[in-house]
T-cell receptor, first 111, second 109 residues
Framework: NAGVTQTPKFRILKIGQSMTLQCTQD?????MYWYRQDPGMGLKLIYY???????DKGEVPNGYNVSRSTTEDFPLRLELAAPSQTSVYFC??????????FGPGTRLTVT | GQQVMQIPQYQHVQEGEDFTTYCNSS?????IQWYKQRPGGHPVFLIQ?????EVKKQKRLTFQFGEAKKNSSLHITATQTTDVGTYFC?????????FGDGTTLTVKP
């Protein structure tokens, strides 16, 4: 099993550009999450999903959108990128909603 | 999720010394998870505690859940350089987790 995979690993965006961060898991987990981690800080939940077709906002959803059309995929969309969205983005999945498996992360810079 | 506070933010120890990080909440926690993130890496699940007063051990790591379920601790005995990283606690409710800001451990050989 590959576990949780994220693409791209790195990306530089100009202010106002848009992009989609991809996340795929092959563990048939119902729960999936998107977090951002700013330097020296903890993880802030952006969006999460408890199953295909269901998504909910986390602590910091503004400026982001998600969809969950399949169990495996949970893409995160950034519209009109802003410097405040410079961060490391982690996707995670879980079978129970408790023990989470994280992907390797996407390092995003907005200039 | 509820807000969880972690202390200290940083801890620097000599190899062989012990290390403890604490996770505190003003309200009762349903459960607590602990994760470790190596520098430049992603968080890795270590353990979950659910019961009041629960104690679990993983080799040199000891995890405790307070009797009132408002705090938890992670203790590492005789630290090694492989223990460096940031340790996070998290509280999970209805599938949604709230992470503490973590304690970053550095170990001097």
């Amino acid at each position: 099993n590959a576990g949780v995979t994220q693409t791209p690993k790195f990306r530089i965006l100009k202010i106002g550009q848009s992009m989609t961060l991809q996340c795929t898991q092959d563990m048939n987990h119902n729960y999936m999450y998107w977090y951002r981690q700013d330097p020296g800080m903890g993880l802030k939940l952006i969006y999460y999903s408890v199953g295909a077709g269901i998504t909910d906002k986390g602590e910091v959803p503004n400026g982001y959108n998600v969809s969950r059309s399949t169990t495996e995929d949970f893409p995160l969309r950034l519209e009109l990128a802003a410097p405040s969205q410079t961060s490391v983005y982690f996707c995670a999945s879980s079978h129970t909603g408790f023990e989470q498996y994280f992907g390797p992360g996407t390092r995003l810079t907005v200039t | 999720g509820q807000q969880v506070m972690q202390i200290p933010q940083y801890q620097h120890v000599q190899e062989g010394e012990d290390f403890t990080t604490y996770c505190n909440s003003s309200t009762t926690l349903s459960n607590i998870q602990w994760y470790k993130q190596r520098p430049g890496g992603h968080p890795v699940f270590l353990i979950q505690l659910v019961k009041s007063g629960e104690v679990k051990k993983q080799k040199r790591l000891t995890f405790q859940f307070g009797e009132a379920k408002k705090n938890s601790s992670l203790h590492i005995t005789a630290t090694q350089t492989t223990d460096v990283g940031t340790y996070f606690c998290a509280d999970t409710n209805a599938g949604k987790s709230t992470f503490g800001d973590g304690t970053t451990l550095t170990v001097k050989p």
